[in-house]
């Protein structure tokens, strides 16, 4: 099986920056697109960034300019960085990973979640 753990999600205050991790772990042949989605109370589930194995990156018109995602394919590992937040960049953020196992399927798994909260 395949496991996805996130971590880095908290309290900030807007103008502040936090680093979201997502670690893939257990059985699996390779791994393709990483992303970022998040989804605030009330409203769908949004792609904020992605990653492809290639290295290149999009991001949701949001989140231009302050936001990064990037990946650490020795770790299995793909990040977020979020700088100047908003409070508006409140949520539950979900990795979301596209893994190769040995059947030759493609599978599109998904974090746990992690809560990131912008607030005085």
């Known amino acids: 099986q395949v496991q996805l753990v996130e971590s880095g999600g908290g309290l900030v205050q807007p103008g502040g920056s936090l680093r979201l991790s997502c670690a893939v772990s257990?059985?699996?042949?390779?791994?393709?697109?990483m992303g970022w989605y998040r989804q605030a109370p009330g409203k769908q589930r949004d792609m904020v960034a992605h990653i492809m194995s290639t290295g290149h990156t999009d991001y949701a018109n949001s989140v231009k300019g302050r936001f990064t995602i990037s990946r650490d394919n020795a770790k299995n590992t793909v990040f977020l960085q979020m700088n100047s937040l908003e409070p508006e960049d409140t949520a539950v953020y979900y990795c979301?990973?596209?893994?190769?196992?040995?059947?030759?399927?493609?599978?599109?798994?998904w974090g746990q979640g992690t809560q990131v909260t912008i607030s005085s």
């Open positions: 979301n990973v596209f893994v190769s196992d040995y059947s030759g399927s493609v599978k599109g798994l």
């Open positions: 257990g059985s699996f042949v390779s791994i393709g697109a």
